[in-house]
């Protein structure tokens, strides 16, 4: 298979996103006149290899982003358990409140939303790039409003620094699914999903 002189990797390898994936790979890889036979096989051969590889490479940060949030959430989870059967027995709760049992499952899915859903943002950005300096800064805000929640309600049994810190979560949250929306609409509406949930079961 006979190729031009600089003609693109594109023609060959499917684009990788971030776009700093493609660019090295096209640097990489910059194809010369070549004649149809062994060489050429070979040519294509690397170029698949290649692709492949990058292909590999942006499932890393697709599940670092997305498992994220459990990192917090597992140590909440901790705190939670133990004090669950306990302490939080005795306070007055509402009678919608969802059973105990509910709630490993729903946060288990609702970390996961709201990693993917940064993950969407990263990489319509290109990565961590100056764009993503405000959306990313909000949502590592939020995270991290949300992972000191537990600790304060449950560990501390301060109620009354829990509920401050839930309104100060809520705001985060809200100026992050703004700076999303532009962004990756899935990503936001999987943002607000998690406030929906995370407002109905807070005790």
């Not at 640097?27 to 004649?35: A, G, L, R, Y």
């Not at 597992?74 to 919608?96: A, D, M, Q």
């Amino acid at each position: 298979m006979p190729f031009s002189s600089g003609q693109r990797f594109s023609s060959i390898v499917p684009s990788c996103t971030p776009t700093v994936c493609y660019t090295n790979l096209y640097h990489d890889f910059k194809i010369t006149p070549v004649i149809e036979g062994h060489r050429g096989v070979s040519l294509l051969q690397t170029a698949s290899n290649s692709a492949s590889t990058c292909r590999f490479r942006m499932w890393i940060p697709m599940l670092s982003l997305t498992a994220l949030p459990h990192v917090g959430g597992i140590f909440g989870g901790l705190i939670t358990r133990r004090e669950v059967k306990t302490w939080y027995t005795t306070l007055n709760k509402p009678s919608w409140r969802p059973p105990n049992a509910a709630f490993p499952v729903v946060w288990t899915t609702l970390y996961t939303g709201m990693g993917y859903g940064s993950y969407l943002v990263w990489k319509e950005l290109g990565g961590f790039t100056q764009d993503a300096l405000v959306p990313l800064g909000l949502y590592g805000m939020q995270l991290a409003l949300n992972w000191a929640w537990t600790p304060i309600f449950f560990g501390a049994h301060n109620i009354k620094l829990a509920m401050i810190e839930l309104v100060m979560l809520t705001g985060t949250v809200a100026a992050t699914m703004v700076s999303w929306y532009p962004i990756s609409r899935t990503a936001t509406l999987l943002m607000a999903f998690h406030l929906q949930v995370w407002r109905k079961s807070a005790p």
